[in-house]
């Protein structure tokens, strides 16, 4: 059954308008609570706080990721990115105690591509670079060794500028790897969620 927000709200505000003329505080709360019970019965709630999981999941542990790359600061930022989204949308707790938590989120790094993409025509460098990320990464519950979610060849790209300019350099490779983790861990922690 989907909810018709405005059959609903505008004769509440035809009503409103009729009680103007005898206007007192109670009708203007009456209002409002009518609208707010009317948005709530129609299933509106805040997203990305779930915790759907298996009951048995109380604390992840999420290890340096594996890396076959030549990236070596990936396998720190990804766990630390992630671990701060499970930490900011979940009630789950994590540990860096793999051996007794209840779960354990692997990851590895299978490529790290980085190639230009625009170059300035006056000098010839190149002003933007393509950044790309493949990696696969499973959540197993460790007394079962039950995979509860995998991702095989995940893919995630940023792209970053570069200054044209040799004095004015910047590396931005750093800021777009933190970008990286970043999105990674948004997209791993809602597919989680929404798994179950």
Known sequence: MKC???????????????????ATP?????LVAALLSFVAACGYH?????DLLPKTIQTVCIPAFQNSSMKYKLTDRLPEALSMEFISRTRYHITTDCANA??????????????PTVYDPVSGRASAVDMRLYMTVSLVE???????????????RERYEISVD?????????AALARVAKTVAQQLVSAILENF
């Open 46 to 50: 805040a997203a990305g706080h779930s």
């Open 102 to 115: 209840d779960a354990v989120l692997n990851g590895s790094i299978n490529r790290y591509l980085y190639y």
């Open 26 to 30: 109670v009708s203007g709360g009456l």
């Open 166 to 174: 040799p004095r004015a350099y910047f590396d931005e490779s750093d």
């Open 142 to 156: 460790r007394a079962t060794k039950k995979v509860l979610f995998t991702r095989a060849n995940m893919e995630v």
């Open 4 to 22: 018709n927000v405005s059959a609903i709200v505008s004769p509440l505000l035809s009503a409103r308008l009729s009680m103007r003329r005898a």
